[in-house]
């Protein structure tokens, strides 16, 4: 029986094969719509996530299964001091499948441990949120048809990203990826990463400002650069614009490039720039979708 | 100079960093055994100008080699029978080690979990990096 922790977990042989699942269920919806009939996903949100539960949620539901859970862990039994590891010996009893968010880091691995059930990381304060990669990986994959060759932009906070992390560290297991990071000097990508791509001789540049490096790009993943993140309101005034994806940064790009964000949006980028055939992070969203019905079906098949 | 007596059977730790013998006496829950044991401190080295030694008279199986390659590799186990050495056993840094020390990142499931051990796993055998198997969380020294 297999779980979801972190997207390494997967070789890239086994990613591929995951790609090309969500790939064949994005072509013939219909021929997985009875796929899951009578299983049960059990979705345990100890903290609110609307997108990440809902985009679970519809996967199972477009399957042909059914949901039971908890969105918040005031709804749960850990309100009244349950442990992680009894809630899951619990939940592995009423469901097939369990998609877990948890605030605090390590908790999935704890569930895996005790069930009986596949268990899927669904973020694990800022450790993990493997699906988030999955669905990034896809959308590269899906839109550039490949995972190799190519510069990844990185923008806005590279420090406290865990997004930005994860994509990194699945990125680097293929050939021939350039990454640059576009931060300012308080958000910079931490060195761990940085030491990890030189060991690696995994070529990367920091930037401070993205209008610089546009035109180098094949792909940009955009993150928000949040306010109180700066020491001071003068630096985050000075900076602010340079992380503020508009059709002026945009004419810069290549004619191909994507535009990533993990969302939620909140004005780093403009809403002008949805208009773009380029802007690719709607449809990151149903892939998303996807890639959580291919795991689901994958894992429920390593528990048979 | 204080002369402590050779053991019979058992084992001698050498070349422990002076000062530390007490942290290992405890590390090793020396002070549930039923035997003798010496606690040298800052006996002469002639490596180290100064160093700790611990004799404890019991059977070398007790001994938890993991928690003591953990604290330090470059200590000296000779086992010792019928008074004389026997063999001496070479310390490697262990893959993982549980509930020798605790995860302090307050975001980490252990803070919370009721019962869960604190384990973890080298991460950077070159640095000497171990890592929370939870929350991948680096061990920094302090409570060693």
């Known amino acids: 029986m297999r779980h979801l922790m972190s997207p390494l977990d997967f070789t890239t042989e086994e990613l591929e094969r995951l790609f090309d699942l969500a790939n064949d269920i994005e072509q013939n919806p219909r021929k997985y719509d009875h796929a899951c009939d009578g299983k049960i996903l059990a979705t345990c949100f100890y903290e609110p996530s609307t997108r990440t539960r809902l985009s679970f949620e519809s996967a199972m539901t477009r399957l042909g299964g ?57 973020g694990d304060g800022g450790h993990q949120h493997p699906t988030q ?87 940009l993943y955009m993150t928000r650069v949040q306010k109180e993140r700066f020491f001071n309101e003068e630096d985050y005034v000075r900076l602010k614009d340079f992380y503020i994806l508009d059709t002026v940064k945009m004419a810069l790009a290549k004619k191909d490039m994507l535009v990533l964000h993990p969302l939620p949006r909140v004005n780093e980028i403009s809403v002008e720039v949805d208009k773009d055939p380029r802007a690719a992070y709607f449809k990151q969203a149903k892939y998303g979708v996807y890639v959580r019905m291919a795991l689901i079906l994958t894992l429920l098949e390593s528990a048979q | 100079m204080l002369n402590v007596g050779k053991i019979e059977e058992g084992f001698v730790l050498d070349h422990i960093a002076a000062g530390k013998s007490l942290s290992i006496y405890e590390h ?48 000296t186990v000779n086992v010792i029978k019928s008074g004389e050495i026997v063999e001496k056993k070479d310390l490697v840094l262990p893959k993982q080690i549980k509930n020798v020390i605790r ?28 890592r929370c198997k939870y929350c991948e969380e680096k061990y920094t020294e302090g409570s060693k």
């Open chain 1, 66 to 122: 059914r949901i039971i859970g908890f969105s918040d862990a005031a709804s749960s039994s850990a309100s009244k001091g349950e442990s992680v590891s009894d809630t899951i010996r619990i939940i592995s009893c009423y469901s097939d499948i369990c998609a877990m968010r948890h605030p605090k880091e390590g908790a999935p691995m704890v569930a895996a441990e005790k069930s009986g059930i596949p268990v899927i990381n669904a």
């Open chain 1, 133 to 219: 990669t999955l669905t990034d990986l896809l959308t590269i994959r899906s839109m550039k048809g490949k995972l190799d060759n190519f510069t990844i932009g990185l923008c806005g906070d590279l420090k406290f990203g865990r997004t930005v992390h994860s994509l990194i560290n699945a990125l680097v297991r293929y050939q021939n990826i350039r990454f640059i990071f576009i931060s300012p000097e308080e958000l910079k990508v931490p060195d761990y990463i940085t030491d990890m791509l030189r060991e690696k001789n995994i070529p990367y540049e920091e930037v401070i400002r993205l209008e610089d490096v546009m035109p180098h790009l094949d792909i």
């Open chain 2, 28 to 75: 090793l829950q020396l002070d549930k055994l039923d035997c003798t044991v010496a606690i040298i401190k800052n006996a002469r080295s002639n490596k180290k100008g100064k160093k700790d030694i611990l004799k404890v008279e019991c059977d070398i199986n007790t001994l938890d080699l993991d928690v003591l390659a953990y604290i330090d590799h470059n200590i």
């Open chain 2, 103 to 130: 995860c302090h990142n307050p975001r980490c499931i252990t803070s919370i979990e009721q019962e869960l051990p604190h384990i973890f796993y080298l991460a950077d055998a070159e640095k000497e990096v171990y």
